[in-house]
Nanobody, 125 residues
Framework: QVQLVESGGGLVQAGGSLRLSCVASGRTFSNHAMGWFRQAPGKEREFVAV????????SYADSVKGRFTISRDNPKNTVYLQMNSLKPEDTAVYYC??????????????????WGQGTQVTVSS
């Protein structure tokens, strides 16, 4: 059974930093892109960042570009999201996800098949 488990969320003041982790189990994702998405109350789930299977390519939403960094450690089956200069508008539940199709590199949440349970990030002003 495939599981993605996020951790690292919490409450932080504006301007602070958090590092999210997502550990995958049940299969290896070393040949799969991995993505981070977020959903704020009353809003749709939105793309945050994606990293290719090798880690050589990354893409970010404009709203987080220059502040967030996605990375991965394939031997540990883990993907990370380093979040710096956090803003109150970054408050949301953050999810990691993976598409079933190998090498699929996309920011479209509908292309992702496996999802974690989410971790809450709250940024106070």
């Amino acid at each position: 059974q495939v599981q993605l488990v996020e951790s690292g969320g919490g409450l932080v003041q504006a301007g602070g930093s958090l590092r999210l982790s997502c550990v995958a189990s049940g299969r290896t994702f070393s040949n799969h892109a991995m993505g981070w998405f977020r959903q704020a109350p009353g809003k749709e789930r939105e793309f945050v960042a994606v990293i290719s299977w090798s880690g050589s390519s990354t893409s970010y939403a404009d709203s987080v570009k220059g502040r967030f960094t996605i990375s991965r450690d394939n031997p540990k089956n883990t993907v990370y999201l380093q979040m710096n200069s956090l803003k109150p508008e970054d408050t949301a539940v953050y999810y990691c996800a993976a598409p079933k199709r190998v090498y699929k590199y996309t920011s479209d949440p509908y292309e992702y098949d496996y999802w974690g349970q989410g971790t809450q990030v709250t940024v106070s002003s």
